[in-house]
């Protein structure tokens, strides 16, 4: 069957981007546009977003991983933003502003060793970078961000013992799939992005209860 499909988005895991505000408040932002290459990743972002103003501004970041336990916490990050003046379209699918993101989601900050932006205490693996370049995309009022990776932080119980590489028997990432939550191979909770997005499988009352 050939179709046109409205979204390319098969499956990529959920990074939380945690970020500087101007006034020196923090923000946090849920995303699952990214891809990594070596000690670097590059982020898709919208151009409307606080996170793409901030790091625009700021120069850096921290990437923190999300497992699939937190999935609640995303999920109530899902329709807000750091914008005071929410952008007309956002406003129209319905997202509104939250000042305080970690307290919205029910997160800790920890103070990052070398850049100003706080990790997410709860996240496991957590990624504190510095932004390389930015470049628009097109006609989609996005950009694509790069950044270096200065320094990883991961949970001791998360490492093959006596390497360095992360276990992927025991890491269980949280992955959006077409605004869709899984982990472990699985539909974990209901998405409010997915119904604000108007996705099939929300509207039809398919997806798992809220978390």
Wanted: hydrophobic share 40%.
């Amino acid at each position: 069957m050939k179709t046109d499909l409205k979204v390319l988005y098969f499956g990529t895991p959920v990074v939380l981007i945690s970020t500087r505000n101007e006034d020196g408040t923090a923000n946090l932002a849920p995303m699952s546009s990214a891809w990594w290459l070596g000690q670097e990743a590059v982020l898709g972002m919208g151009n409307s977003s606080q996170t793409t103003a901030n790091l625009a501004r700021e120069r850096e970041c921290v990437l923190n991983l999300v497992p699939s336990s937190l999935v609640s916490a995303i999920d109530n990050l899902a329709m807000t933003t750091g914008k005071h003046s929410v952008p007309e379209g956002k406003a129209r699918m319905g997202y509104r502003h939250v000042a305080d993101k970690f307290a919205h989601a029910g997160l800790n900050q920890q103070a990052s060793e070398l850049v100003w932006a706080p990790r997410v205490r709860q996240c496991p693996i957590q990624l504190e970078a510095k932004v390389t370049a930015i470049h628009p995309v097109g006609d989609l009022s996005a950009s694509t961000i790069h950044v270096k990776v200065l320094r990883a932080h991961v949970e001791q119980e998360l490492i093959i013992p006596g390497t360095h590489y992360v276990d992927p028997e025991k890491w269980d990432p949280l992955i959006m799939k077409f605004c869709e939550f899984f982990g472990d191979g699985r539909n974990v909770a209901a998405s409010r992005l997915a119904e604000g997005w108007q996705m099939p499988h929300a509207a039809v009352g398919l997806s798992s209860a809220r978390v």
